[in-house]
């Protein structure tokens, strides 16, 4: 079978690296006949590139090319990456992609187009970079009904986090720090405001309970207002900060899916999952909790799991793989805010009458404390609660003012 | 598709409580047909059992029973599992197993009898519970030279030595406390002693590498000798002592495999691997290190892998899954005092001399303290050095007595 590669970037030029530094073993392994690269297309000239002879500017030389049989997308963005997909589908032609932002916004039908064209279309890089998610939800944890998927799904965010935690630096300075390392790109707001975790979570989602989640149905907050303060009270909880992106049944059969700064205990997997690595956590009424652990981004671990996908359509040529992804059904999605849960709370202008109304409408928290705290500062835990019930009872509390309030898992 | 379930023992009857429980969310979420248990094979009688019309203790029902595709094995043990796993395969019908025992002596066998008979011989059960890690080798990692494999595979060594970490208490009280949580079995030889592991990482390193190891070609070392000044001294190295099987590429192409007490790190994922809980590290040459973690053991988790085996099972009649799982080699696996790595080691009998050629022998050492230490008892970590070279130089200090030679891992 021949391949072809859109997109020269990071990722597309990592599949090139892969298909030709592993080809023998993949080859033996798999029980191929052969895969061979055939195109490589970018608008770029790439002169100097050991596979110049490759490359190509016409999309129509692989499009009508009977002898490719799966093509890679890694150009990213939506446009014109869904027309390109959509044409290749509709001549037979398997698509294998690590764009989430792709997946998250047409899944439902480009999986559809696949299915009526005998195609596959093909995305486990799409989240978690390397780490194998998407075929273990579908195929291993096949025999579960899961109750919930949740995550480590950025790099970036978690570098900043974990140097936050670890070296007590500012969000500022770690952000600074991860952009001279490469972790995150000049305008680094897709990925510190929750929307490329928020594309990540909708892909989870909508395998794990069968129904497509939209990106704009995800309650998405980023990690701007996380401060060293709150770090310092968690810490006093034996817990850590990280951005979580969740997708969670809700006792009505709905599902509530959010991006969102959460306190993990500290023996959690999720809390040792320390700067660009992922962790995806997956609860399932059968297994309990599994954890999936890996780096979630990078050249050559995203090209290992696109390769997998190549393989995987090279080896069902003509059979569609059966995913359990259905159409968007609105009233899915609940309001994130019917999460129960325990909650951490920062808050200020904290009184001795506000503080008996605190003990009185909430019960039993736990205080916390930190280091140099100022006297008017109030940090505790509540017992578990509905979070839209919790907010009631706060907003009911004179001139306090609540400047966090954060879930803590229970994993 | 109808299924039987032979051996109602803890995982046989976790299976058929999953495949009733969560039956319309399999087929649902698995595009079925139908997936129907129609027997169950077991010596003993189950007079109040709910399922009791399905019994039966006649092997010949199920063999020639032609509605049957799907035959799960749960009775473990070589005899007669592999029997009748053979008569059925035969038959072409498929069978999954949790049965570890057979698959690390027959695999090779067994899954090349099903390939003759269009049949499929699955066990994603058979290592880690619960936790995916047959197929997401066989597939995720199907773009990857893997490099080594390595694992905490036992939960019951894995809670002993949590006890002995966390609580300090010694080893017979830690097993004690296991027996009677039913974490170990009255007779606990195969876990204490690694032989448990030691097939979980025959059937890892025949997938990883592609040759069938047999059991007896794995060194195997159990926990019986880890003591709680091991554990105090490798505190002070910053790592945790735990049973680890791995399976690792050497520099001449052939693997070392083993099971034996290594230190771990903190910081790793391994590390944190708690209690009865199972944490697999497979590391790639374009994935880096991937860890999958969860219950490797129990009811319940262990029935949720052997179950999406049966979809599976379901969803490929007349197809066999293709496994890089070839004929044993008997050169293949390499002396495991080949491999490379740090070494911790307690020593007694240590005086001027002896330390003065330990210095010339071995270069730097990391010498470790504890609390309460003798007088003459001495730990150190060396640099990276190979086994053999170690304990040659070792052996050629005089009064010297080593009671501990503990592997440092790199993950």
Known sequence: MKVAVIG??????????????????????????ELELKYILDIRDFPLDPNKEKFTKDFNDILNDEEVGVVVETMGGIHPAFEFTSQLLSKG?????SNKELVAQKGFELLNLAKENKANYMFEASVGGGIPIIRPINNCLSANEIIEIAGILNGTTNYILTKMINDGMSMDEALM???????????????????DAGRKICILADLAFGKHVFPDQV???????????????????GGVIKLIGSAKRIPDGRICAQVRPS??????????????????LVRGNALGDAVFYGRGAGKLPTASAVVADVIDCARHQGKTKILPWGENEKDFVAPND??????????????????????????????????????????????????????????????????????????
């Open 8 to 33: 020269y970037g990071t990722v597309g030029s990592g599949v090139v690296e892969v298909l030709l530094r592993n080809h023998d073993t993949i080859v033996r392994r798999n029980s191929l006949d």
């Open 93 to 97: 032609k398997s698509v294998v992609t």
């Open 177 to 195: 720090r991860a952009q001279q390392k490469g972790y995150a790109e000049k305008d680094p707001t897709a990925d510190i405001e929750g929307i």
């Open 219 to 237: 309650y998405t907050q980023g990690i701007r207002d996380i401060t060293l303060e709150d770090v310092e009270f968690v810490k006093d909880f």
């Open 263 to 280: 306190v993990i205990l500290k023996n959690s997997q999720l809390a040792t999952t320390s700067g660009v690595f992922n962790a995806i």
């Open 338 to 411: 019917l999460i129960s849960a325990r909650f951490y709370v920062r808050a200020y202008n904290v009184n001795d009458g506000s503080l008996a109304e605190l003990d009185r409408l909430l019960g039993n928290i736990r205080v916390l404390e930190r280091k140099n705290q100022s006297p008017d500062e109030f940090a505790f835990v509540t017992e578990e609660i509905v979070e839209k019930d919790l907010r009631e009872k706060l907003g009911k509390i004179g001139s306090v003012e609540i400047k966090s309030l954060i879930p803590v898992t229970d994993y």
